[in-house]
């Protein structure tokens, strides 16, 4: 089914005549120079020569923004922009962003919904730039010192969540165009985002160098200077903030945070009361909210404002934060002694989350737990394990632990490993007696089994039983990972040669992450050197 058509108009520079393809050059380089003035004058006449192209009117829009002229002449751009490729996603972001500048936060925060609804990845999370990624590249090839397109092209990379490559694309926009803050302002948010406080306070001093008073650079600031932990320095760049329409909200709920941190819930309280009335649909105040709630015990009041937080983000269509809000009002659920709650709140994290099983499954057994019903919580701590994603289930085989049933897990896997090959299990239901019973017998069955036997085994240092265990599983379905595990067993036992072979069987499958396949060479080369067995 064809959701969105792509108009047939010039979307690319190839389809620029030459007269608006020399006026889009010189408007480059009038950006570069910081002549924002001059450069808009030069795309605005690229937009009458060509008034379908897209990458005028992003480059109109951004210039026009950083000119500080009317927002609502970007909003214009962009708005054009979007009929001309309804389908990109950069385009349908620039149009979110102008609208916020232009403080009409009921359309911005619309147009974010609606592009979360459309560009979202089915299954996974974040947004997809892949086709806004081939206009760019498409365009620079065109106009290959654009610092509008290397700074778009940063974007659409850190969408995709590839922070090196949207860096390298973020420095060539600076080393074109070192006058105009704004790829200053995006690399120092991608270095947030990477948890790299520091470099993105030393990037955002750049860029106030040159715009002292640019709202979107000091917000930036702020977080920046939050998450380093100066929390009066951000404290102080967030109240600055306050009576700036375009960042009220988001620097009332910094505020927030800072001032809880520097041990003043009251003050960080009035903060968000702030934030709400303002924007009374976003649910990032309230649930700011709830976690100074929770941080203060109040945990019936938290629940009550993430269960808000949630309401409003389900009515706005945020699908993107409804799994961590879901997890927070269960934990605060749960806190608060209701755990009957907590279950409603978890089946429909089940029905609507199952990528995340696991961690409702946990959650589900706390919750069994807090009404004493520890077989249902067994229960649910197997349905964890058997749903793991994760190499190194540390956070399940530790939930198993702390109720003392890693070796009652071990057996119950191991019988239904026999019954899987067998088609008969047994368990004991007391000292004494042993119920047998016949079962299907199952290659899926036997992997699920094998699965959890490897990590309990793992976990208890078995490393004999799980080098077994994991050997099994290579022959049964011998994916990238069961290799890497085998491989990282092997070597705990000493086998340095079978693990350096494991590791190569593991990197040749070609389904590990990056990280996982780099390790794997990594520990490929320092096996090499090693001799083959440990003696025993």
């Not at 605005?44 to 002449?73: H, K, T």
């Not at 654009?146 to 990379?157: E, H, I, K, M, N």
């Not at 105040?285 to 409003?312: C, N, R, W």
Request: net charge positive.
């Amino acid at each position: 089914m064809i959701l969105f058509q792509t108009p047939t108009v010039d979307i690319r520079p190839a389809g620029l005549s030459a007269k608006a393809l020399a006026e889009l050059k010189s408007g480059d380089r009038s950006l570069g120079l910081g002549e924002f003035a001059a450069a808009t004058g030069s795309y605005i006449r690229a937009m009458e020569a060509a008034p379908n192209a897209l990458v005028v009117r992003w480059s109109l829009g951004l210039s026009l923004s950083a000119l500080r002229r009317s927002p609502a002449l970007a909003v214009q751009q962009y708005r054009e922009a979007t009929r001309i490729a309804e389908d990109d996603l950069i385009t349908a972001l620039l149009l979110q962003g102008a609208l916020q500048e232009y403080g009409d936060r009921g359309a911005a925060q619309q147009v974010y919904l609606d592009t979360v609804r459309r560009f979202s990845r089915p299954g996974q999370p974040g947004l997809d730039a892949s086709g806004s990624l081939k206009r760019i590249e498409a365009a620079l090839k065109q106009c290959p010192n654009s610092p509008v397109l290397a700074l778009l092209q940063g974007d659409a990379l850190q969408i995709e969540l590839r922070f090196q490559e949207a860096g390298l694309s973020y420095r060539r926009a600076i080393g074109s165009a070192p006058y105009w803050p704004k790829p200053k302002i995006n690399l120092g948010l991608s270095y947030l985002a990477q948890g790299k406080a520091n470099q993105a306070v030393l990037t955002l001093e750049g860029a106030l160098k040159t715009d002292p008073a640019n709202p979107r650079a000091l917000l930036a600031m702020g977080d920046a200077q939050l998450q380093s932990g100066n929390h009066s320095g951000a404290l102080k760049l967030y109240n600055q903030l306050s009576q700036v329409e375009s960042v009220a909200v988001p620097a009332a709920t910094g505020a927030a945070r800072a001032s809880m941190a520097l041990g003043q819930a009251s003050v960080a309280v009035s903060n968000l009361k702030n934030a709400q009335k303002r924007a009374p649909k976003d649910p990032t105040p309230v649930a700011a909210l709830a976690d100074i709630q929770m941080k203060t015990g109040s945990f019936a009041e938290a629940a009550d404002s993430y269960a808000s937080a949630l309401k409003l983000s389900e009515e706005g269509g945020l699908f993107a934060a409804r799994p961590s809000l879901q997890r927070a009002l269960a934990e605060a659920q749960l806190s608060a002694k209701r755990p009957g709650d907590a279950q409603r709140t978890l089946q429909k994290a089940l029905r609507e989350d199952p990528e995340n099983e696991a961690l409702w499954r946990r959650l589900l057994a706390q919750s069994y737990l807090e009404k004493n019903d520890r077989p249902a919580a067994e229960m649910e701590l197997k349905q964890a394990l058997n749903n793991e994603h994760s190499l190194y289930p540390q956070e399940t085989l530790q939930a198993i632990a702390a109720e003392g049933w890693t070796e009652k897990f071990i057996a119950g896997y191991q019988a239904d490993l026999a019954g899987a090959r067998t088609g008969v299990r047994g368990s004991s239901s007391t000292q004494t007696e042993i119920v047998v019973r016949s079962v299907p017998i199952s290659k899926e069955n036997e992997i699920v089994a094998l699965a959890g036997l490897a990590h309990l085994l793992r976990f208890t240092s078995a490393v004999r039983d799980e080098v077994s265990v994991r050997r099994d599983m290579v022959h049964l379905r011998g994916s990238g990972a069961d290799w890497f595990l085998l491989a990282q067993a092997q070597e705990r036992l000493g086998d340095n040669a079978d693990a350096r072979a494991s590791y190569g069987q593991a990197g040749r499958k070609g389904d590990l992450s990056s990280g996982i396949q780099k390790l794997a060479i990594a520990r490929i080369r320092t096996l090499a050197s090693l001799p083959g067995r440990r003696e025993e």
